[in-house]
């Protein structure tokens, strides 16, 4: 009796132990948080006016260290000049906008992110920087916006379960226009800018639940 109780529970720790270090190739979910805005009407000042953001992402693993982050986002910006001390020749200007954000990113984790496989020195948890490229889009009538973004930014991943992770990550994006803020706001100086010197930024902090998927390798049980 006491030899079968043994083999059910060696069986059942062994099944355990390979759901815990199984290894998959996608992660899929959702974020929350807030987006800001950084430009001519808002120049220094970090989380000023916020606005709620939300996001769908879609994480190809590529090893512990190394991912590919595909996300489509939209967040609320809005700025008002009379905030700061800045005062252009047109007078005082505000704006209100909700953007699209699409892009792509790689991340680089600090540590080998992962459940199981301790040999390999796997952590439930790691910080992380990203570096991409992507797409902002203000579908506004007669006032809106399309351009290239450079994102970039770091963040935390934790993985709460063998399938369930969960992450906070701050980003910054650089846009390659400078009409984020509406024409009122493009040259409110009246001198031309390049893209890499226009002043039109936004951030996005987000909260994030994630599901694992596709597994890397079949585990097979014949033996068993």
């Known amino acids: 009796m006491r030899k079968r109780i043994r083999l059910i529970l060696g069986i059942m720790m062994g099944l355990i132990l390979t759901a815990t270090a199984q290894d998959y190739k996608y992660e899929a979910g959702g974020g929350l948080g807030i987006g800001f805005y950084m ?30 982050k595909f996300d489509l986002a939209t967040a609320h910006i809005k700025g008002d000049t009379r905030d ?14 909700q953007l ?9 984790n600090f540590f080998h992110y992962g459940i ?3 040999y390999l020195g796997t952590k439930r948890f790691s910080p992380y920087l990203l570096l991409g490229i992507g797409f902002t889009w203000v579908p506004k009538k007669d006032d809106g916006y399309f351009n290239v973004n450079i994102p970039l ?9 063998p399938r369930w992770n969960i ?4 980003s910054v994006r650089k846009t390659l ?8 706001l493009s040259d409110p100086v ?16 987000m909260f994030s639940v994630t599901y694992d998927f596709g597994r890397k390798r079949a585990i097979c049980n014949n033996d068993m």
Do not use: C, M
């Not at 009246?190 to 902090?205: E, V």
């Open 177 to 184: 226009g400078d009409k984020l803020d509406g024409w009122r």
């Open 190 to 205: 009246g001198i031309d800018s390049s893209a890499f010197k226009n002043t039109d930024w936004y951030s996005l902090t």
């Open 84 to 97: 700061f001390d800045t005062r252009f020749p047109g007078g005082d200007f505000n704006f209100s906008r």
């Open 116 to 118: 199981g496989y301790s």
């Open 39 to 68: 430009g001519d009407a808002n120049q220094s000042a970090l989380f000023h006016k916020p606005g709620a953001a939300f996001a769908a992402l879609l994480r190809r693993t590529i090893n512990y260290r190394w991912a590919i």
């Open 167 to 170: 992450g906070l990550e701050f």
């Open 153 to 161: 930014g770091f963040g935390l991943k934790y993985k709460v379960a």
């Open 100 to 108: 699209i954000d699409l892009g792509a990113q790689a991340e680089f």
